[in-house]
């Protein structure tokens, strides 16, 4: 199945193409084929999988389990689809930024970089190639965070490197420990080996080392130090779509990692993952209380809300998976717009401290409609998209009569708008005497336009929400069916070498 | 050997731990060089003992009791990466000390207007 592959090559065919013009122009261009091949690639293997198909591509025809396998499920290109959107709404808005300041030749050669590693640690279902796509997609967030950030900030990449350094050894760590134990590093094949073994210490260690190790990537609650500081100092382009690409991926390896290769519930780490989501939620929100601009508040809010992605797999319940993919996808389109949309205003002031700014709603009441809509999607207001997440995960914990989470849960939300609200009261309806910059606001079509992508994808998620839910049910029912991966990868009888 | 190594990897991950910790950039970027040895290492003990198997290489007749090669190929991929993103590290401290004009990153803390 080459379909499989493509969105993995595709990248990597572009990144070779943009990095050797030299024509900023044609450069340009070229990404955004790049990126619209991409989305189009990966909205067909999302048709392809819709009705719970299972397709796999064994690279080199080497026959599974030794040889690597790329396996897309209806999971995985959920995943797909709405990142590689938030790689083209990024892609237009850096249009709307060249003009404004140059960009770094490297820069679009970098981010195809990150997309083909985040393809690739998307659909391998090979613990030793997700370690390697894990590399390609941080190297190239190192290298990005270190062209782009400011040169007084720059500490801050140093620690953004080495946190992320150390994350990683950690999961070289576990996947040694799992290889030495079960002898396979195929996902599906330990899958199979292990699923009777919930009580075996050695499963459950290896359990919490990778709950540390994707909880430091996805930023949960004691991990999450390195995040604000490194995000809210980048252009907004980068800051939207790391805020969008890199803590999901972290979050969808770890739900991948916690349903489908260990075995069932595992009662003390779940326990820990819901203690872990609750504090995550909470503290994210009240940081984001106590930040003045806008970057900074909307960095906290990805902790937060990464909470409740947490708390959706610690239910472990297909119906609590299910509610966290939907609110995943929410989040992941809801959250890059309200950054790409604090850029603008960044823009208008030149600075985005809440204190400078205002009446924004008047300038540009385009902008206040964008923000207005995507802010009370992210806190939860009906029948936006965030609502049916929310909705989902509280009625799902009340169910499980987890009574405290569902409360905490509301209460971040209700703190969600408290800040957005002075977002809202900052920025846009508040007197300013302050000059806005009116010729740095010249063209601002590209940037409404990648906004307005990710507005109308997330008003869409809204209003269809009975259709996603049913095909986020799917999806997880899919993927808490092991012997169904585990049948499909050895279907495979013809190819090189043996058993 | 099995004994050798663990008390090799416990010695590697114990001082660079104590590197990593410390505030001098040069010192973390060696902490982290010595930690990923480290965890090469474990990958090597975490492996079959190859003890009186054959080598893995496949001439006319397949052999059954071969060595593991897949860790090999393993650690061989962790250097690489290890390498290229300790050198990173290195230009990156670079940069630092030619901003700051120090390697002490406790005095970076005074310099950043946020903190």
Same mark, same amino acid.
């Given at each position: 199945?080459?379909?499989?592959?493509?969105?993995?090559?595709?990248?990597?065919?572009?990144?070779?193409?943009?990095?050797?013009?030299?024509?900023?122009?044609?450069?340009?261009?070229?990404?955004?084929?790049?990126?619209?091949?991409?989305?189009?690639?990966?909205?067909?293997?999302?048709?392809?999988?819709?009705?719970?198909?299972?397709?796999?591509?064994?690279?080199?025809?080497?026959?599974?389990?030794?040889?690597?396998?790329?396996?897309? %499920?209806?999971?995985?290109?959920?995943?797909?689809?709405?990142?590689?959107?938030?790689?083209?709404?990024?892609?237009?808005?850096?249009?709307?930024?060249?003009?404004?300041?140059?960009?770094?030749?490297?820069?679009?050669?970098?981010?195809?970089?990150?997309?083909?590693? *985040?393809?690739?640690?998307?659909?391998?279902? %090979?613990?030793?190639?997700?370690?390697?796509?894990?590399?390609?997609?941080?190297?190239?967030?190192?290298?990005?965070?270190?062209?782009?950030?400011?040169?007084?900030?720059?500490?801050?990449?140093?620690?953004?490197?080495?946190?992320?350094?150390?994350?990683?050894?950690?999961?070289?760590?576990?996947?040694?420990?799992?290889?030495?134990?079960?002898?396979?590093?195929?996902?599906?094949?330990?899958?199979?080996?292990?699923?009777?073994?919930?009580?075996?210490?050695?499963?459950?260690?290896?359990?919490?080392?990778?709950?540390?190790?994707?909880?430091?990537?996805?930023?949960?609650?004691?991990?999450?130090?390195?995040?604000?500081?490194?995000?809210?100092?980048?252009?907004?382009?980068?800051?939207?779509?790391?805020?969008?690409?890199?803590?999901?991926?972290?979050?969808?390896?770890?739900?991948?990692?916690?349903?489908?290769?260990?075995?069932?519930?595992?009662?003390?780490?779940?326990?820990?993952?819901?203690?872990?989501?609750?504090?995550?939620?909470?503290?994210?929100?009240?940081?984001?209380?106590?930040?003045?601009?806008?970057?900074?508040?909307?960095?906290?809010?990805?902790?937060?809300?990464?909470?409740?992605?947490?708390?959706?797999?610690?239910?472990?319940?297909?119906?609590?998976?299910?509610?966290?993919?939907?609110?995943?996808?929410?989040?992941?389109?809801?959250?890059?717009?309200?950054?790409?949309?604090?850029?603008?205003?960044?823009?208008?002031?030149?600075?985005? %401290?809440?204190?400078?700014?205002?009446?924004?709603?008047?300038?540009?009441?385009?902008?206040?409609?964008?923000?207005?809509?995507?802010?009370?999607?992210? *806190?939860?207001?009906?029948?936006?998209?965030?609502?049916?997440?929310?909705?989902?995960?509280?009625?799902?914990?009340?169910?499980?009569?987890?009574?405290?989470?569902?409360?905490?849960?509301?209460?971040?939300?209700?703190?969600?708008?408290?800040?957005?609200?002075?977002?809202?009261?900052?920025?846009?309806?508040?007197?300013?005497?302050?000059?806005?910059?009116?010729?740095?606001?010249?063209?601002?079509?590209?940037?409404?336009?990648?906004?307005?992508?990710?507005?109308?994808?997330?008003?869409?998620?809204?209003?269809?929400?009975?259709?996603?839910?049913?095909?986020?049910?799917?999806?997880?029912?899919?993927?808490?069916?092991?012997?169904?991966?585990?049948?499909?990868?050895?279907?495979?009888?013809?190819?090189?070498?043996?058993? | 050997?099995?004994?050798?190594?663990?008390?090799?990897?416990?010695?590697?991950?114990?001082?660079?731990?104590?590197?990593?910790?410390?505030?001098?950039?040069?010192?973390?970027?060696?902490?982290?060089?010595?930690?990923?040895?480290?965890?090469?290492?474990?990958?090597?003990?975490?492996?079959?003992?190859?003890?009186?198997?054959?080598?893995?290489?496949?001439?006319?007749?397949?052999?059954?009791?071969?060595? %593991?090669?897949?860790?090999?190929?393993?650690?061989?991929?962790?250097?690489? *990466?290890?390498?290229?993103?300790?050198?990173?590290?290195?230009?990156?401290?670079?940069?630092?000390?030619?901003?700051?004009?120090?390697?002490?990153?406790?005095?970076?803390?005074? *310099?950043?207007?946020?903190?």
């Amino acid at each position: 199945m080459i379909s499989i592959s493509l969105p993995i090559i595709t990248p990597l065919i572009f990144m070779v193409i943009t990095g050797f013009l030299h024509v900023d122009y044609w450069r340009r261009k070229m990404a955004l084929i790049g990126v619209l091949l991409h989305t189009c690639i990966c909205a067909f293997l999302l048709w392809t999988c819709r009705h719970g198909e299972i397709k796999i591509a064994v690279v080199g025809e080497w026959l599974p389990p030794y040889g690597i396998v790329l396996l897309a %499920d209806l999971f995985a290109c959920f995943f797909l689809f709405s990142i590689s959107l938030v790689f083209l709404a990024t892609n237009i808005y850096s249009l709307g930024e060249a003009r404004d300041q140059p960009v770094h030749v490297l820069r679009i050669p970098l981010i195809f970089i990150l997309q083909s590693g *985040i393809s690739l640690s998307l659909l391998t279902v %090979d613990f030793f190639n997700l370690f390697v796509s894990f590399e390609m997609m941080l190297a190239a967030s190192y290298a990005l965070v270190s062209l782009e950030l400011p040169e007084k900030y720059l500490k801050w990449a140093f620690s953004y490197l080495l946190v992320n350094l150390i994350g990683t050894l950690g999961f070289l760590c576990a996947a040694a420990m799992i290889y030495g134990y079960t002898g396979h590093l195929n996902m599906a094949a330990i899958a199979g080996l292990i699923k009777e073994q919930q009580d075996n210490p050695l499963i459950l260690g290896w359990g919490y080392l990778l709950l540390g190790v994707f909880g430091l990537k996805a930023g949960i609650f004691p991990l999450f130090f390195w995040l604000p500081r490194t995000y809210s100092h980048l252009p907004p382009s980068l800051t939207a779509l790391f805020a969008g690409t890199l803590t999901k991926v972290g979050v969808y390896v770890l739900i991948r990692m916690f349903v489908m290769v260990l075995p069932g519930p595992l009662l003390s780490l779940n326990g820990g993952i819901l203690i872990t989501s609750v504090l995550t939620m909470l503290l994210g929100v009240l940081g984001a209380i106590a930040s003045t601009t806008i970057r900074g508040i909307l960095s906290y809010h990805i902790i937060s809300q990464i909470g409740y992605m947490i708390l959706g797999l610690s239910l472990y319940t297909p119906l609590a998976i299910a509610s966290a993919l939907f609110f995943i996808i929410h989040n992941i389109w809801v959250k890059v717009s309200l950054f790409l949309i604090g850029g603008v205003a960044r823009q208008a002031y030149g600075s985005d %401290d809440l204190k400078k700014m205002g009446n924004l709603s008047i300038l540009m009441p385009c902008l206040g409609a964008f923000f207005l809509v995507q802010a009370f999607s992210l *806190i939860g207001f009906p029948p936006l998209s965030g609502f049916w997440g929310k909705y989902l995960l509280v009625s799902e914990s009340i169910r499980l009569e987890y009574y405290f989470v569902a409360a905490v849960a509301l209460l971040t939300s209700w703190l969600t708008l408290f800040s957005m609200l002075k977002i809202w009261i900052g920025a846009f309806w508040q007197n300013s005497n302050n000059k806005i910059h009116v010729k740095k606001l010249y063209k601002l079509k590209e940037k409404y336009i990648s906004i307005g992508i990710l507005v109308f994808a997330s008003l869409a998620l809204g209003f269809g929400a009975e259709t996603m839910y049913q095909k986020a049910t799917l999806a997880a029912q899919q993927i808490f069916q092991k012997e169904a991966y585990v049948q499909v990868i050895f279907s495979k009888t013809t190819g090189k070498g043996t058993r | 050997m099995e004994l050798e190594t663990l008390i090799l990897i416990f010695l590697f991950v114990s001082v660079s731990t104590y590197l990593l910790m410390q505030s001098q950039l040069i010192d973390i970027i060696f902490g982290f060089a010595l930690l990923s040895n480290g965890v090469n290492l474990m990958i090597l003990f975490t492996s079959d003992n190859p003890d009186g198997k054959t080598v893995p290489i496949i001439l006319g007749v397949a052999q059954a009791n071969f060595a %593991d090669p897949l860790p090999q190929a393993l650690i061989l991929t962790a250097i690489v *990466i290890g390498f290229a993103l300790t050198a990173f590290m290195i230009v990156l401290a670079l940069r630092l000390f030619g901003q700051f004009g120090t390697t002490e990153t406790n005095s970076y803390t005074k *310099i950043d207007p946020d903190d």
